[in-house]
């Protein structure tokens, strides 16, 4: 079930070392994605930068992510994917 950007999220960043954005599935419903500090660091161009610095310049990748996480584990309901290094 590939998700698609919602352009009207915003990204919270206030949680200590993660991400916070929506995106929506293919039926609409929004689905709340995590990405962690690590997964972020590991992305990172430069690793001072910070984590909606980095957020904002990969997220394309993060997005695609979190689609194919979905893909592969479906959200037992809960309508969540959380993206780690490992993914």
Known sequence: ???TTNV???IDSTSLDCIKFSMIDPTGMLVLCVVTGQALRDLADNPGDDLKAIFKARRKIIEEKASNKLDETGTDGKREV???NSD
């Open 82 to 84: 959380i993206v780690t």
């Open 1 to 3: 079930m590939p998700l």
């Open 8 to 10: 009207h999220s915003s």
